[in-house]
Structures are given as structure tokens and as C-alpha cells.
């Protein structure tokens, strides 16, 4: 069965640290993995990953992807209390027509 | 530009009653249409999606339905709301490739 897992689950930290979140997964033909931010309401797109080992980057959030061990992180540097929120990954899944599959997302709070 | 509605923002029902959550999307075809639900400070629950018209799969057993009458919209029902049901509902669209997913605001059901 295809899944995508995230750890940690929650993740307190003070402003000016560097965290680093994971995402594993295990889906039928993989062809991209997704990072998202959730502050309030809907979640926003922050990067596309279908490549190994190449980095992705804006500003202080960076992510890379390592389809060989088959997981990706993403990073944050120097955390702002506005970097507090739920990080999703997803993995669209080509089995069964395709659907778009969703980590438990780690919530991260940033303390001033 | 593509664009995706999702409405009500939020909604109080009691118990037993019936719920209709509507989602359109603009600017698109064929886009692959999902509902997720969400508890709070989690991840997202895949609920049902759809890669065509009247074509619904279900990803858990549950007191809820989906429908996909015209190719841009994609309601998400119950004929009888139970406590259990309470949460954060997203609307999302894909296209074909399943790349990077779009959002509506999401609905905040709350059963009582």
C-alpha cells in the first residue's frame, strides 16, 4: 500500500534555530514529492522535488530529495515565530488511477 | 488562472442532519478532484477522490459520500452527520500528471 510518513510529529524550538523536517514514502512509480505549508486555512505550495540529490531553495527553507533511500527533508535555518505551522508532504500515487497522498504533517512551533 | 471555490467557510449541524459541502474549480478540465479532511494539528486524511466525471473512489468506510456531477465541481455529502464528523474539510485539485495539488479555504465542521 503506498504511504507517505513524516517525522517528527510536533516540534517545539526558539526563534534563530535550524530545524529539519522528514518525509519518507513508499509509492507505486514515483515521479515528484511535494512540500507544503499550513498556517491557518488551506496549504501553500512551497516546493516540487522529482530529482535526486539537487536542492531546492527560497530564502531560509531548502529541501532536497534522495530517491534512492527514498525520502526528502526540508530545512529551515535561522526559524522566525512567523515559520510556525503544520509542513505537509505529499506523494502523488500512480496506482489506482492516481491520487495525491498526504504524510501526517509535523507541526512546528517557534518560540520568540 | 486557475481558480478553486469551496463553501461554506463554516458550518454548525446538529447531529442526524444532513450536510452538502460544494467545491468548484475554474480555469481548468479534467482536473483529478479530492476531498481530505484534517484534525487538528494533523495531517491530511484523503477522503475521496475523482479523475473524471461520476468516477469516485473511496479511500475510507465512512458516513460520508461524494458526487462529481459536472467535471469542475465536487460535492462531498452525509445524509446523517455524526459527532465523529467534526473537522477541517479541504477541496483540492491535481492535473493530469498529479503534480502540484491546489486548495480551496477549506470548511470547518463542527457537529453538535
Known amino acids: 500500500e503506498d504511504k507517505v510518513v513524516q517525522s517528527p510529529l510536533s516540534l517545539v524550538v526558539h526563534e534563530g534555530d535550524t530545524v529539519t523536517l522528514n518525509c519518507s514514502y513508499e509509492?507505486?512509480?514515483?515521479?515528484?514529492l511535494l512540500w507544503y505549508k499550513q498556517e491557518k486555512k488551506a496549504p501553500t505550495f512551497l516546493f516540487m522535488l522529482?530529482?535526486?540529490?539537487i536542492e531546492k531553495k527560497s530564502g531560509r527553507l531548502s529541501s532536497i530529495l534522495d530517491k534512492k533511500e527514498l525520502f526528502s527533508i526540508l530545512n529551515i535555518t535561522a526559524t522566525q515565530t512567523g515559520d510556525s505551522a503544520i509542513y505537509l508532504c505529499?506523494?502523488?500515487?500512480?496506482?489506482?488511477?492516481?491520487?495525491?497522498?498526504f504524510g501526517q504533517g509535523t507541526e512546528l512551533s517557534v518560540k520568540p | 488562472s486557475q481558480t478553486i471555490h469551496q463553501w461554506p467557510a463554516t458550518l454548525v449541524q446538529p447531529v442526524g442532519s444532513p450536510l452538502s459541502l460544494e467545491c468548484t474549480v475554474e480555469?481548468?478540465?479534467?482536473?483529478?478532484l479530492y476531498w481530505y479532511r484534517q484534525a487538528a494539528g494533523r495531517g491530511l486524511q484523503l477522503l475521496f477522490y475523482?479523475?473524471?466525471?461520476?468516477?469516485i473512489s473511496s479511500e475510507v468506510p465512512q458516513n460520508l459520500s461524494a458526487s462529481r456531477p459536472q467535471d469542475r465541481q465536487f460535492i462531498l455529502s452525509s445524509k446523517k452527520l455524526l459527532l465523529s464528523d467534526s473537522g477541517f474539510y479541504l477541496c483540492?485539485?491535481?492535473?493530469?500528471?498529479?503534480?502540484?495539488?491546489?486548495f480551496g479555504q477549506g470548511t470547518r465542521l463542527t457537529v453538535v
Open positions: 509509492v507505486t512509480n514515483f515521479r515528484s
Open positions: 483540492a485539485w491535481t492535473g493530469l500528471m498529479n503534480t502540484e495539488a491546489f
Open positions: 505529499a506523494v502523488p500515487s500512480y496506482n489506482q488511477g492516481g491520487k495525491l497522498i
Open positions: 475523482s479523475v473524471g466525471i461520476g468516477q
Open positions: 522529482t530529482s535526486s540529490g
Open positions: 480555469g481548468t478540465s479534467n482536473p483529478n
